[in-house]
């Protein structure tokens, strides 16, 4: 039964912080289900994350990037999490830092049963950078649904955010798993009822059943 958005926009604004895990292995149980957030520093996956469960400051956010440095997650409910990941590509950091984050974030996406999907947050003004590809790659790889919010829609006029929301999508049409994309912002709230339904159909879709 597909969620309608009054019955799920109460659940997801009772979302908590869990958790903060510096590794894998440090992560919750394997139970219930996980949708991720990923994104370049900086791109908006901690203003996306509060936005959607309308509670500022849930998710740190900042003005410098590289702020998100652990894997955090909040849970929905029992069941639900949203997971907060660390954002990649910041200039500053040394080249093993990187290497090691590639290869936490690998490793969290290969191994991570309870992930049902991926939240990818680029700002629209600066779409499909290496590590954006990178991550297309290892959800194609990994064979896991991706949501793409084109991020801080706000920066752009109208038009010209539409021209970028066509231009991704024409980009990742070939793309070999299920991927939709839509413009967001986090500061006028565009888009929010778009990305929290489907939050609604990834988290019902999976509930009770194990990801194949
Ligand atoms: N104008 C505008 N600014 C935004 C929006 N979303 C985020 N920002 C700003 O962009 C900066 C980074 O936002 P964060 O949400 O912290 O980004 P992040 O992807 O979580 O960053 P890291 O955790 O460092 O990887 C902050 O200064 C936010 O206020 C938006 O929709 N519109
Ligand atoms: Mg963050």
Known sequence: ???????????????RFLTSAPSL???PPEAGVEIAFAGRSNAGKSSALNA?????????????????????FFAVTPEWRLVDLPGYG???VPEHLKREWQAQMGAYLEQRQCLVGLFLVMDVRHPLKEFDRMMLEWVEHYAMPVHILLSKSDKLKRNAANQQLFAVRKAV???????????????NKTGVDAARSRLADW????EGGEKE
Do not use: E, W
Request: glycine residues 4%; hydrophobic residues 40%.
């Open 1 to 15: 039964m597909p969620m309608s958005p009054d019955d799920f926009t109460p659940i997801l604004r009772q979302t």
């Open 25 to 27: 292995d440090q992560c």
């Open 52 to 72: 959607l469960v309308d509670h500022s400051g849930l998710a740190r956010t900042s003005k410098t990037p590289g702020r998100t440095q652990l894997i955090n």
């Open 90 to 92: 910041y200039a500053q």
């Open 173 to 187: 049409a070939d793309v070999t798993v299920p991927v939709s994309v839509q413009l967001f912002s986090a500061l």
């Open 203 to 206: 988290f019902s879709a999976a």
